[in-house]
């Protein structure tokens, strides 16, 4: 196997648990492991601190272009502050599902996101890993759950129950993002044809982490 087919490539939607999934995995294999959701966020972020509009394609896309950002320590660095948890808001979430509607603001981010792949080996995970940044990657895996069991599992990152008007605004949003995602022109969330459908609504993180190792081992 090639490199650049060392790639265990993660597509999902929100919320659907591919990030612990994935870096689980990455870990476990002895891969890098790439969250590609952080760089739009970041460029999110980035964009509002420089008052930039989100919607603003050629402002953003050159902001995204020289983004001084860092993955360092378990930590996620912008211009020198650590941003890791700035940047997991609902608000910039919304910012971040914005930015990457734009083709110059994914063009921008393409190579960045590429250059994570070293000698090791890479795990990625986002909306067009296998699609767009990856697509020789040796296992796509299309990693979901229901809108209901993953805004459950956000309510409880963040400590809410899981019922009531705080549950159902972040039920409101998740399905906001899914369907942004979903049906934007540039590299639109979607189960790609050579991609393994990983349905995590009944499964816990261990199994699922299983089941994505024992695919690899098979490619
Ligand atoms: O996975 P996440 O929630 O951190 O992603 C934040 C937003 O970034 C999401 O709304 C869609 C976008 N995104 C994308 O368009 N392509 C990727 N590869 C990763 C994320």
Do not use: N
Not at 57 to 78: M, Q, T, Y
Not at 113 to 132: A, E, P
């Amino acid at each position: 196997m090639s490199v650049k087919q060392k790639v265990i490539a993660i597509d999902g939607p929100s919320a659907s648990g591919k990030g612990t999934v994935a870096s689980r995995v990455a870990a476990a294999l002895g891969f890098d492991y790439l969250d590609s959701g952080a760089l739009y966020r970041l460029t999110a972020l980035y964009a509002q601190q420089q008052h930039a509009e989100w919607h603003d394609e050629a402002a953003v896309a050159a902001l995204a272009e020289r983004l001084p950002a860092e993955f360092k320590d378990g930590s996620i660095w912008l211009d020198g502050q650590d941003v890791s948890e700035a940047i997991r808001t609902e608000a910039i979430g919304m910012g971040a599902s914005a930015v990457a509607q734009l083709p110059k603001v994914r063009a921008a981010l393409l190579q960045r996101q590429r250059d994570f792949l070293g000698d090791k080996g890479l795990v990625g995970d986002g909306r067009d890993m296998g699609s767009v940044v990856f697509p020789e990657a040796a296992l796509k895996i299309f990693l979901t759950a229901s809108a209901q069991v993953r805004a459950e599992r956000r309510a409880k990152q963040l400590g809410l129950p899981c019922e009531g008007v705080a549950f159902d605004r972040i039920l409101s949003d998740i399905e906001a993002r899914d369907e942004a995602d979903r049906r934007r022109a540039v590299a639109p969330l979607q189960q790609l044809p050579d991609a393994l459908l990983l349905d995590t609504t009944d499964l816990g993180i261990e199994e699922s982490v299983k089941k994505v190792l024992d695919w690899y081992s098979k490619v």
